[in-house]
């Protein structure tokens, strides 16, 4: 399984920033994020057979995910950013077709890429 995320930075405010996502051998994959002292958020998702995106509410609108014709790589455009949208970004995936009552749970996703930080000042 591969999973490198990528893209992370500082932007001001309403900016916008790419993350990117490089992907192999999953049926689901899902964007999660952690805020300093925060537990961790799902963020956006999508499955491998399936062009229906899932976001999460504070995100919708705001963030679209897409990726390359090979589905090898899985990008997250930000835009609008805030200043609660600074965390570390981590891409995740499983192997299994997750279901939508799972989509948003963490323990979902058994492989966790290693993160990138966006910060957004104020």
């Known amino acids: 399984v591969q999973l490198q995320a990528s893209g992370g930075g500082l932007v001001q405010a309403g900016g916008s920033l790419r993350l990117a996502c490089a992907i192999s051998?999953?049926?689901?994959m899902a964007w999660f994020r952690q805020a300093p002292e925060k537990g961790r958020e799902f963020v956006a998702g999508?499955?491998?057979?399936?062009?229906?995106?899932y976001y999460s509410d504070s995100v919708k609108g705001r963030f679209t995910i897409s990726r390359n014709s090979a589905k090898s790589t899985v990008y997250l455009q930000m835009t609008s950013l805030k200043p609660d949208d600074t965390a570390v970004y981590y891409c995740?995936?499983?192997?299994?077709?997750?279901?939508?009552?799972?989509?948003?749970?963490?323990?979902?996703?058994?492989?966790w890429g290693q993160g990138t930080l966006v910060t957004v000042s104020s």
């Open positions: 995740t995936s499983s192997r299994q077709r997750v279901i939508t009552s799972q989509f948003r749970r963490g323990e979902s996703y058994p492989y």
């Open positions: 051998d999953y049926a689901t």
């Open positions: 999508i499955r491998y057979h399936g062009d229906n995106p």
